[in-house]
């Protein structure tokens, strides 16, 4: 059940921020559906244990190799299908936790979130380059032996 609740929850999130993006109409359930496996690949690899930064570099990785796909398949720019599917992956509760409690001088607890949404952000950033890097790559391949 709680697997269902996640993808449902993190569908309309995507889509959601899709919308508020002006995507076009006919790409919104892609948008949709990337931002729902990038999550749950997120969620099942946090949940077998692993640190929160690592599934989320997983996660991000995922989510722009798919969106490089779609794109080339769509005929869309890359960035309308990556921006919409990285969103539920975001540590902006946490950002938002770790200012409530500097502003209420909890500086040891404030520190500690920053310090945890600053890895998550870093790991979004990197797993989001590590794909592109790897699509040039196979481009610069696929141009050599051509």
């Known amino acids: 059940m709680v697997i269902i609740e996640q993808l449902v929850t993190s569908f309309i999130a995507s889509a959601g921020f899709g919308i508020i993006f002006n995507a076009p109409k006919r790409s919104l359930v ?4 990337i931002g ?3 999550w749950i690949i997120y969620f099942l690899i946090e949940a077998s244990g692993f640190d929160p930064a690592a599934a989320t570099l997983a996660a991000s ?13 769509y005929k869309t720019p890359i960035i309308i299908f ?14 938002y936790d770790a200012m409530r409690n500097f502003v ?28 592109e890097v790897i699509n040039q790559l196979i481009r610069k391949l696929k141009l050599k032996y051509d």
């Open 30 to 33: 892609k948008c949709g559906l």
């Open 36 to 38: 729902m496996s990038g």
């Open 61 to 73: 990785f995922f989510i722009a190799v798919i969106s490089q796909v779609f794109a080339k398949i």
């Open 82 to 95: 990556s921006v919409a599917g990285i969103i539920p992956l975001v540590p902006g509760g946490m950002a």
């Open 104 to 131: 209420e001088n909890d500086y040891n607890t404030a520190i500690t979130l920053v310090a945890k949404a600053t890895m998550i952000s870093g790991s979004i950033a990197m797993g989001l380059m590590f794909s």
